[in-house]
């Protein structure tokens, strides 16, 4: 069962705050905290990072409920809906300017601030998992223009790109994936051919294993992947999870250090190249654009790496 989204309440009336709260946990939410004032909200915004903020527009305190969702919206990137007993229309003009997900009228329907929340929370995630796909895109498409260009550089014959070249182009991925490491592998044709790990890019917390002997020519069988090579084969990608897997599998990614990652084929010339690894340092599932990205960063890596 996943982590239940909080929910941090900014209300300075202490009755409805604590009635609120009652509801939340009884429709399956967690309530880290409760505000009385903007002030003490972005206190406690910033010490639970809550997944959404519930907030009344007509908050009697210094900072009103607009400006305290405006700096929720800027500081911390938090989706807020606000709570209003009535409609005032400058009010609501100011509003509109902190892009609210939502608005509930006091008294509020049970039914309806479950709704409005589950909505709130989904428009999020789905917003957070394109502006991740956007920047896995660019940042895999200025390096390989990078690439392409340090290729060509002073017009002289086109050079073979060194580990340094790749960690560049990893780089920049990695970073935008928030991954544990990445790892290339040059691969035999042949059912029992050669996996062989070239480059690799790591997080701090990652250790390197770029000269462990089992990675530098040990055949699909003996590293218990061979299902991986048909599925490769077939241009097909593989998500995996330590915990999920076959036994003659994890040994895999028991040698990597990592506990799960996305795997998918490298082409160069239309013929299987390799393959590379996106990999976490514990257990994650990448969303379905999330790993598209990775197809196409994949698929312009091996067309980069084969303009020779």
Do not use: C
Request: hydrophobic share 45%; charged share 25%.
């Amino acid at each position: 069962m996943g982590k239940k989204p909080a929910i941090i309440i900014v209300e300075d009336e202490a009755i409805v705050a604590s009635d609120i709260k009652e509801t939340l946990l009884g429709l399956g939410y967690e309530v880290p905290g409760i505000a009385k004032s903007g002030e003490m909200a972005l206190e406690k915004i910033e010490k639970f990072m809550p997944d959404l903020v519930l907030m009344d527009i007509h908050l009697a305190t210094q900072m009103d409920g607009v400006e305290t969702a405006g700096k929720i919206h800027t500081l911390f990137g938090i989706p807020v809906i606000y709570l209003t007993a009535y409609a005032d229309k400058a009010l609501l003009d100011r509003a509109k300017l902190t892009e609210p997900y939502g608005y509930v009228i006091k008294p509020y329907d049970e039914r309806e601030l479950h709704s409005i929340i589950e909505m709130a929370l989904y428009k999020h995630r789905i917003e957070r998992e394109i502006k991740k796909r956007d920047a896995i895109l660019f940042a895999v498409s200025s390096a390989v223009e990078w690439l392409l260009r340090i290729s060509r550089e002073d017009h002289k014959e086109p050079r073979l790109f060194n580990a340094a070249d790749i960690r560049d182009i990893l780089d920049p991925v990695g970073l935008a994936l928030g991954a544990g490491a990445i790892a290339i592998f040059k691969t035999g044709n042949a059912p029992d051919g050669a996996v062989a790990l070239l480059y690799e890019w790591g997080s701090p917390e990652f250790s390197s294993v770029l000269h462990k002997p089992e990675l530098k020519g040990s055949g699909w069988e003996a590293l218990g992947i061979s299902r991986w090579r048909d599925l490769l084969m077939k241009g097909g990608d593989i998500s995996a999870l330590r915990s999920t897997l076959p036994e003659n599998e994890k040994r895999f990614l028991e040698l990597l250090g990592v506990e799960s990652g996305v795997i998918l084929p490298v082409y160069m010339q239309d013929a299987l190249w390799g393959f590379i690894g996106f990999f976490d340092l514990v257990e994650r599932t990448r969303s379905p654009d999330e790993v598209e990205a990775l197809r196409i960063t994949a698929n312009l890596l091996g067309a980069a790496m084969g303009y020779r």
